[in-house]
């Protein structure tokens, strides 16, 4: 899984920053080739220095670099899977909220290699929800506080969020969804052009 984390960390940095950046990050957390083969054995701390290599390189704090990956996920063209993958979740933004908690098992059948940890979705009431993050992937819950921002953008919602970190990863998101309707969603259909 390190090396899928590292490719993303490298694909986000390129097609945000340029190669230039990429290049630079990769050099000062000492990696030893240009590039993050995805599926190939990486060092257990490569994540890490690529993150903070990265976070000095753009002058932002780590949590805001992930939370900017997590953006990136949703909206580069280049993640269209993903996008996709999320909006199978519901038909409107409170759907997708409710369905986060099969994020892992869809994401399994995907890409077996990535283990997310568990979420947990309660609507406390109509509009307030709190999500709870497990333990097990240090940052996830700021890479999700950016892919939930985005899709909230996706589905034409305004969505309020605020992260609250705990131990080893785990974190609670409390997000208010202020309007479902607040601006016209992206567009998005079942099956992709040109399938069967």
């Not at 060092?43 to 993150?51: E, I, N, V």
């Not at 097990?136 to 992260?163: E, I, K, N, S, V």
Request: hydrophobic content about 50%.
């Amino acid at each position: 899984m390190q090396g899928l984390v590292c490719r993303s960390i490298e694909r986000f940095l390129t097609n945000s920053r340029g190669p230039a950046i990429w290049s630079r990050v990769a050099a000062r957390a000492g990696m030893d080739g240009a590039t993050v083969e995805a599926f190939l054995p990486v060092a257990p701390d490569l994540s890490d220095r690529l993150l903070k290599a990265a976070a000095a390189e753009l002058r932002l704090p780590v949590p805001a670099v992930l939370e900017d990956m997590g953006t990136h996920l949703v909206t580069h063209p280049a993640c269209e899977g993903i996008r996709r993958l999320l909006r199978f979740g519901g038909a409107d933004y409170a759907d997708f909220l409710h369905s986060l908690q099969d994020l892992p098992a869809r994401a399994a059948l995907a890409l077996p290699e990535l283990a997310l940890p568990a979420i947990g979705v309660e609507e406390r009431q109509t509009g307030r929800f709190a999500l709870s993050i497990a333990a097990g992937l240090p940052g996830f819950g700021h890479l999700a506080a950016g892919m939930l921002r985005a899709m909230a953008d996706d589905y034409g919602a305004l969505a309020l969020l605020r992260l609250k970190a705990g131990r080893a990863g785990a974190c609670r998101i409390a997000l208010d969804l202020a309007d479902a309707g607040h601006a016209a969603p992206r567009s998005f259909a079942l099956a992709t052009a040109g399938a069967a």
